[in-house]
């Protein structure tokens, strides 16, 4: 019961914006979008989330679209440390399941030099 | 802060052993949440805590399978006996209350042989 669906690979060159696109067509009214990456033999670092508007933080910008059944992760200067794997996920607030996070299959971006 | 500390890193172990995996959460944070990482897989949620109490174990994946929380900077996940099936990255994840984003730990890499 995949509540995302992402590409599952993406290239990008060094330098250059990286525009990671997640589709989440049924999400509620008082679910989150979160972004995860995982770089190799790590643990998944979070990056950032949102209900509606669009953020920015220090490592990426989050744009989600009006109706709010997509969204798309920006990095805006890609850099060979950025290869990973993203997660697109959505949560909820309320109390048990609804808050636990999710994993899909994530897109694995590949930053070329 | 140091981080979700994990321990051991890496363990080899004998099948029919008990194995104990060891975490310790952000001070402060009150929730804290145990995945399981396969290739075939990929991220499952086994476990979580809130505030020391067991919410959601549904994803244990059987009877071998227990996890203790005896007090908030603490947990263990324990299995006994092992099976090579249960080869895989163990990670433990800690948040404040369930939201924002988790702070995952380095990883258990558990090999049953």
């Known amino acids: 019961d995949a509540k995302t669906t992402q590409p599952p690979s993406m290239d990008c060159a060094e330098g250059r914006a990286a525009n990671l696109p997640c589709n989440h067509s049924?999400?509620?009214?008082?679910?989150?979008v979160y972004w995860y990456r995982q770089i190799h033999s790590q643990g998944p670092q979070y990056i950032i989330h949102g209900l509606k508007n669009n953020e920015t933080n220090e490592m990426a910008s989050l744009i989600i679209t009006e109706d709010r059944k997509s969204s798309t992760l920006i990095l805006p200067h890609a850099t060979l440390r950025d290869t990973a794997v993203y997660y697109c996920i959505v949560r909820g607030v309320s109390s048990g399941s609804a808050r636990q996070l999710t994993f899909g299959s994530g897109t694995q971006l590949t930053v070329l030099p | 802060d140091a981080g979700v500390i994990q321990s051991p890193r890496h363990e080899v172990t004998e099948m029919g052993q008990e194995v104990t995996l060891r975490c310790k959460p952000i001070s402060g944070h009150n929730s804290l949440f145990w995945y399981r990482q396969t290739m075939m897989r990929g991220l499952e949620l086994l476990i979580y805590f809130n505030n020391n109490v067991p919410i959601d174990d549904s994803g244990m994946p059987e009877d071998r399978f227990s996890a203790k929380m005896p007090n908030a900077s603490f947990s263990t996940l324990k299995i006994q006996p092992s099976e090579p099936r249960d080869s895989a990255v163990y990670f433990c994840?800690?948040?404040?209350?369930?939201?924002?984003?988790?702070?995952f730990g380095s990883g258990t890499r558990l090999t049953v042989v």
């Open positions: 994840a800690s948040s404040h209350e369930g939201r924002g984003g988790y702070t």
């Open positions: 049924t999400i509620s009214g008082n679910e989150y």
